[in-house]
């Protein structure tokens, strides 16, 4: 049991099925080779739902159908996910076939299209082949739930599945969220998209979910980058089914800081997941601003530092290059004052007072040697603070990017 | 002759020496183990000048001695540059160094402290060596001019030197407008830097000149990006000395478009040859966006798209990979409506009513084999234009700044 100032939140081992009324399944339909690649997970009631989404100007069609759902009333009965075609940039028939998928989908669970979401991730501009879609919609009403599969139908070319799971007490009901996600950058050229999918058993005000999850993704999705690219098709979606049978949460409820805390750290554990397999990456770095004017400058410094490529190629190569770091904080549009900014890389001083500070070099790059890197930087202006999360830039990054679609 | 919208300018073999009572001169002074390293252009005449600073929040030592040059009055009579030590984040003791370095050249020149500007260019956090600053100075005095010495003494690891130079009439004078420059990303760790120096035999009033620099480097040197970083050290300066002996040049004058043609043709080669000498580039890319709403919106897109490494790698591996270059377009704050998008490359069009469009990969593969590639977008949103350039991204980058310091 975690302690986190005076809360008790329980890390535990599960996913989007653990929470109470929620299955989640996934199948080989055919748009893959042989890998799962169509999954859904399904509530028993109708869930509270909230979603975010990209702010690509191109917003893939299954992004549409999905807010039109959450337009309609913000309850969902389910989520229907494909991966290898992402069903963005397909004009027209694009959308109908998303809106077919939904259909599809509905129908297998006997509910109203509205109640179900609709996701993809792939290649942009090819078009879903809608047969075996609907085939493989078939198969999941006739595959049992299995630990694992929908967060590997999910999956494009990341390395690794990525879920996690929390519990925690309202008044006398434990309530659980678990999580999954996908997202490794634009592995595959043309692939992309980051995915988040939560599920709790808790009962959630609507309203108050929606602000939660805006605000809780600014500091954990928003916060990662791997490339500094935004997908067409990226969507973080969380569905409250309230079978924990807790009294229902609202923003003036006394334990609404401690559901929001559990929420937080799902989404900092599937954003941090996303960032640790990020292309070619070998190492996590998280940057940590201290001291910021607010806390939105230090979450903006934060994402710069590890959206610095030159930073991004000092930790793969193990260099304590703190002159990086103090080029990519130089030019952001937050306050800096030169002189009082202080940078930390391992528990030692490296700069501070505008000038290099003495350091062993043979300790700082055995610390970058390890497998999570922490950068920290005390700016003095005020009391923000901020943290982002990125991963190393190397030869596999080129490699993976540069060779030609197949 | 090169025919511009009406006027004559043409393009001639030269550099920051060829305008009339302009010298460049290079030395090696011992920053470096063998390779020239410290460099002065002196004008005969105090010659009007403006400059454009980086906007770090980490401006090194020399730019804040070159802006109290230029604040003490808008002439100088010379500009003194070091390569190897960008005299950046070294406190108060760097500072001294800078206006030495300034008060040296002056008295070399015997004139006043306020007519010398200062820059450098190399490793951050390092303190100059004064002794080998001091006898280059001296040596400088004695050595001749030679042509391409400066623009060698200024290069860190650009592995090729940077100079252009226009001729035009002004009334019935020959102006000759001339230019150096050096930058290639951060290639070496701690090194940074872009500098561009021009020089002019014009006659020009100081705010027409301050203005037009600051227009001209907003769509040539700040449209351009190799990793996204600004250094602490970089600079442009012009200097315009009258030698030529024209009518003072002001905003009102009939010629002042002609004579702001030429300085953005300086400009823009010189940040072009930047872009193309980029940390392990084997490409120049351009984007040209057009149809945007304004100006400002379309330079905006443009860089987004040569600043992204998925375009970058998708271009190194020729890969026509429209997807990435909507993507690109897609996490933009400018205006943009998908069904109204174009995208081109080599002539053919790749991507049109939110739908990929039919071509030939085989034409396309043949283009990207080339060494300077054009992506052109059209917006339909209005009538601004604008280009960015940038370069591949590739395994050398990696290679590059991963290595450890030496």
Known sequence: MIQLSQEYITKVTGGVSSPKGFEAKGVHCGLRYSKKDLGVIISETPATSAAVYTQSHFQAAPIKVTQDSLKQGSELKAVIVNSAIANACTGEQGLEDAYNMRADCAELLNVDPELVAVSSTGVIGEHLDMEKIQAGIKLLKD????????????????????????????????VTIGGAAKGSGMIHPNMATML??????????????????????????????????????????????????????????????????????????????IARDGEGATKLIEAQ???????????????????????????????ANWGRIIGAIGHSTASVTAEQVEVFLGGQCLFKNNEPQPFSETKAKEYLSGDEITIVVRLCEGEGNGRAWGCDLTYDYIKINASYRT
Not at 220 to 229: L, P, R
Not at 238 to 254: F, I, Q, S
Request: proline share 1%; hydrophobic share 40%; aromatic share 6%.
């Open 289 to 319: 601003v201290k001291g910021a004017k607010n806390d939105l400058e230090a979450n903006v410094i934060a994402k710069k530092i590890v959206g610095s490529s030159l930073v991004k190629t000092a930790v793969y190569g193990t260099d």
């Open 196 to 273: 988040g999918f939560v599920t709790t058993d808790a009962a959630v005000e609507e309203k108050a979910l929606h602000n939660a999850l805006r605000e809780i993704t600014d500091v954990s999705f928003n916060q990662i980058t791997v490339d500094g690219e935004t997908s067409t098709n990226d969507m973080v979606l969380v569905m409250a089914n309230g079978c924990a049978e807790n009294e229902c949460l609202t923003e003036a409820h006394d334990e609404w800081p401690l559901f929001k805390k559990g929420l937080l750290l799902v989404c900092e554990d599937l954003a941090k997941d």
């Open 143 to 174: 595959t049992p739930a299995g630990f694992g599969d929908f967060e590997e139908a999910i999956l494009t070319t990341d390395t690794v599945m990525k879920q996690t799971c929390y519990e925690l007490t309202i008044g006398d009901k434990k």
